[in-house]
């Protein structure tokens, strides 16, 4: 079994055992919700505020992006590979009357382009996070915030950190990171 397909395999465990749910996209990565309480969380601890663009890489339904427009006013870009989230989160961007403010785009996360963001938001895998550093350094201005649900970005030293209680096997862990600036 390979290292990506047992570290999904923990996650689905994980997530399961801690009574959240869990929907298997494309390729071996699940899809996880962030629970509500943990996404105004890291965006109080990115410190949105209007005028800021929230990017949510391997955005799933959309949540975070969403409840930032509806929360705190701000415009915001899904990026998610799964064609039938990416659909769902349009949906939903209607739904709750933010359509104008958010766009959902089916893209890989590694390839898009992130340097219109000031707040980056993410719940990947610490492979993925690995992946995508150089990208953030490169692409992102001094300045901008990343927050990190549950994983760190190997190299980084956050911030902040803070821990939130979750079910019985697993409490919630956010990051966060400013480009430019050292703990």
């Not at 209007?50 to 949540?63: A, C, E, H, M, T």
Request: overall charge negative.
């Amino acid at each position: 079994m390979s290292a990506v397909r047992k570290t999904g395999t923990l996650v689905l465990l994980l997530t399961l055992a801690t009574g959240c749910s869990a929907v298997w996209t494309a390729g071996e990565v699940p899809f996880v919700p962030t629970p509500i309480e943990v996404v105004d969380r890291m965006l109080e601890l990115a410190e949105v505020k209007k005028g800021d663009v929230v990017y949510d890489l391997g955005s799933g339904d959309g949540r975070i992006v969403i409840r930032a427009a509806k929360k705190y006013g701000v415009s915001g870009v899904g990026i998610e590979i799964d064609p039938d989230l990416v659909h769902r989160s349009r949906a939903k961007a209607k739904d709750e009357g933010v359509d104008h403010l958010v766009e959902f785009r089916e893209q890989d996360a590694l390839a898009v382009d992130v340097s219109a963001a000031t707040v980056v938001t993410l719940y990947m895998l610490p492979e993925f996070n690995a992946k995508l550093r150089p990208i953030l350094e490169r692409q992102l201005r001094s300045g901008s915030r990343v927050v990190s649900h549950d994983f760190p970005i190997e190299g980084w030293a956050a911030i902040r950190t803070e821990r939130m209680p979750g079910g019985w096997l697993h409490d919630h862990t956010i990051y966060l990171w400013r480009i430019g600036e050292r703990p």
